[in-house]
């Protein structure tokens, strides 16, 4: 599956905004789909993550209240929309997939996910 992301842009903190990953070559109902972001000079670390066969979503503690993640299988997309966010949220966020047809759980382990979009730059400014 080849992933792309988008949406990304410079906003004020306490801004939001909406990611979009949107997939194509592959069963978008299979996969379970993770965010992830990288800071400069940080690890890519996780965001949260939606499973492939009931929806189940799972945050990190550092968005959890704030973000929210959603699909929608019909258009092969997965977004990610991120309120209130603050300078610590600057990042190049990506979107990746974990081929799981029956999945019922998901989690943010990076090494689990073999599909990865280009990456889009989320920039919060105080």
């Known amino acids: 599956v080849q992933l792309q992301a988008s949406g990304g842009g410079l906003v004020q903190a306490g801004g939001s905004l909406r990611l979009s990953c949107a997939a194509s070559?592959?069963?978008?109902?299979?996969?379970?789909m993770g965010w992830f972001r990288q800071a400069p000079g940080k690890e890519r670390e996780g965001v949260g993550c939606i499973s492939s066969s009931d929806g189940k979503i799972f945050y990190e503690d550092s968005v959890k209240g704030r973000f929210t993640i959603s699909k929608d299988n019909a258009k092969n997309t997965v977004y990610l929309q991120m309120n209130n966010l603050n300078p610590e949220d600057t990042a190049v966020y990506y979107c990746?997939?974990?081929?799981?047809?029956?999945?019922?759980?998901?989690?943010?382990?990076?090494?689990?996910?073999?599909?990865w979009g280009q990456g889009t730059q989320v920039t919060v400014s105080s």
């Open positions: 990746a997939g974990d081929w799981q047809p029956f999945g019922i759980s998901c989690d943010t382990i990076r090494w689990k996910y073999d599909a």
């Open positions: 070559g592959g069963v978008f109902t299979s996969y379970t």
